[in-house]
């Protein structure tokens, strides 16, 4: 994989690529979610390098792509995203989103609703107003108070628990927050961050449609606020297929990365 860097006016995004980059060839473009970075693939770089081009990034204020100021929206790293993309030269992305990542994809899918070859969201959600109520909308606005006072150790245990099932997904999560270990305000302003421009980008009420080759995936044992309802209702309302994942958490492609593999591939065969 190559290390590369995308200047903003706002701070620099670190990404990798791996393969030709020739415009031609489909390119998997995976996007972790809230408080990871790019190590949350690991096992998906590992298996499609090689086989298709690869492009994973740490989001905006994540990991290398720190410092940032944390002033943008979700539409914002959409076109930061879509910049990328033509910096690399893809012409067929087929975006892999993990929780935050997805809702970056559908932001993506709204300003670019033609660039799209694919689209997969592992253990997201959809971005339209009408999944949620307005106390969701309300509690996402002020999370960043509660991270700010939660003690860290007890966070650090507690949130690779919550969000993975096997001690792979765990070592893993905890790993990418040590990241944040001795700075708490800043996994604080980051996590604080992401909900309230989820929150606002849910307010926009926007169709957030998804206009190419779709997958939901989910673990089925994922306890994130309401992620597993979220995704019943997004598949019975828009007609997406979903697929569960019997020994998975809230990081399904970490908990069960053989079988989210498999499922990512199936979809980019019959692109």
């Not at 690399?88 to 994809?105: C, D, K, L, R, T």
């Not at 070859?117 to 309300?138: C, H, N």
């Amino acid at each position: 994989m190559s290390e590369k860097i995308y200047e903003t006016n706002l701070g620099s995004i670190h990404y990798w690529t791996w393969g030709a980059m020739d415009g031609q060839d489909i390119t998997l473009v995976f996007l972790p979610g809230l408080t990871a970075d790019h190590r949350l693939f690991e096992k998906q770089v590992q298996h499609f390098a090689g086989k298709c081009n690869v492009l994973v990034w740490d989001p905006p204020g994540h990991g290398a792509s720190w410092p940032f100021d944390l002033t943008f929206h979700l539409a914002d790293q959409a076109t930061w995203l879509e910049a990328i993309l033509e910096r690399e030269n893809v012409a067929q992305p087929v975006i892999v989103g993990q929780s935050m990542g997805g809702y970056v994809g559908q932001a993506y899918a709204q300003l670019y609703p033609r660039r799209l070859k694919g689209f997969i969201a592992i253990d997201s959600a959809p971005l339209q107003r009408r999944y949620v109520t307005a106390m969701e909308i309300w509690l996402l606005k002020r999370m960043g108070p509660v991270y700010r006072r939660y003690p860290w150790r007890r966070l650090l245990k507690s949130a690779p628990k919550a969000v993975a099932v096997t001690g792979y997904g765990r070592w893993l999560m905890r790993e990418m927050m040590m990241v944040y270990d001795g700075n708490q305000q800043r996994y604080a302003a980051v996590s604080g961050h992401g909900f309230r421009i989820l929150a606002e980008a849910m307010e926009a009420d926007l169709p957030y449609e998804i206009l190419c080759p779709a997958l939901l995936i989910c673990g089925k044992r994922d306890r994130a606020g309401s992620c597993v309802r979220y995704n019943k209702a997004w598949h019975r309302h828009s007609g997406i297929p979903i697929e569960w994942i019997e020994n998975a958490g809230h990081n399904a492609n970490a908990d069960a990365p053989q079988e989210v593999n498999a499922l990512i591939q199936r979809l980019v065969s019959r692109l």
